[in-house]
């Protein structure tokens, strides 16, 4: 279920109470939902842009909400759980997608030098580009299937690491992070994102949780509840569980998106530009 293309505003506001609420109740008003969309509650940022930045709505307030004072920031990654879709249904029909995960759990942090861009069609946050395409660097013969498919999973972890560095300059730094989606329930991305964003990753008992959030400001809209609280109290899950990050895969992945990842679109995307003419 999609409502005007805000489902990621409605899952945040399906978790705010809930997340306060926790016993380990964020420092800031800043939890982030991710995978897909990045979401933010926040005070209004230090400057105020209602339009796309780098692939973002920085900053709207939450009229829907009755939460004054509360502002939403949103960024969009196109390319994330299609790519491994991508993947699977090209190269990977015979396994399951816990299979793949399984794969990947076996392969070390890095993939053997093997990086994925993920922009496969064009990317809003942080390029706002739709020539962008994607690519695998440094592949040799001693790479494997697995070390594609966790490539992939990190690829798209370190893309959206890009979005989340931005929110953090724009807003201020949580002190973790919901994770939502299908991502959510592979065991080896949770631990990838944990260790990429270096920040604990929340996961919360529940599916649809853009759904949960629609209902809830639909209850709102209805009178059934009075506010987001209300609504929260009465239809969310209270049960969360907390991935943290491991130093040494923190260290590794810090040093492959400094050196490497967050370079491969200034320096490629001349020859993307070129690629995108071959179009069929």
């Not at 509650?41 to 692939?55: D, Y």
């Not at 919901?178 to 529940?206: H, N, R």
Request: net charge positive; charged share 20%; glycine share 8%.
């Amino acid at each position: 279920m999609r409502s005007a293309g805000f489902d990621g505003a409605f899952l945040a506001w399906e978790r705010l109470t809930r997340l306060r609420e926790s016993p380990r109740a964020p420092l800031s008003n800043t939890p982030c939902r991710l995978w897909a969309i990045l979401a933010i509650q926040c005070s209004p940022p230090p400057v105020r842009n209602f339009g796309l930045t780098a692939g973002f709505f920085l900053a709207s307030p939450c009229k829907q909400a009755r939460k004054p004072g509360v502002w939403f920031g949103m960024g969009g990654v196109l390319n994330a759980g299609v790519t491994l879709n991508w993947f699977r249904r090209n190269f990977a029909q015979e396994l399951t997608y816990e299979q793949m995960s399984s794969l990947a759990a076996e392969i070390a942090p890095g993939s053997g030098g093997l990086v994925f861009f993920p922009a496969m069609m064009g990317e809003r946050t942080p390029y706002l580009d739709a020539a962008t395409r994607g690519m695998f660097l440094g592949a040799t013969f001693a790479h494997t299937k697995a070390h594609f498919i966790r490539a992939i999973m990190e690829g798209v972890t370190f893309e959206m690491k890009s979005g989340i560095d931005i929110l953090n300059g724009q807003y201020a730094q949580p002190e973790y992070i919901v994770a939502a989606g299908g991502a959510a329930k592979s065991p080896v991305w949770l631990q990838m994102q944990a260790d990429i964003y270096a920040k604990t990753i929340c996961v919360k008992q529940a599916e649809e949780q853009a759904c949960m959030g629609a209902a809830i400001m639909a209850g709102i809209a209805s009178g059934a509840y009075r506010d987001v609280r209300e609504g929260c109290e009465a239809a969310v899950s209270k049960v969360l569980r907390f991935i943290e990050p491991i130093p040494k895969n923190a260290d590794i992945y810090a040093r492959l998106y400094d050196k490497v990842f967050r370079h491969q679109y200034d320096r490629n995307i001349e020859l993307m530009r070129e690629l995108a003419a071959f179009d069929g």
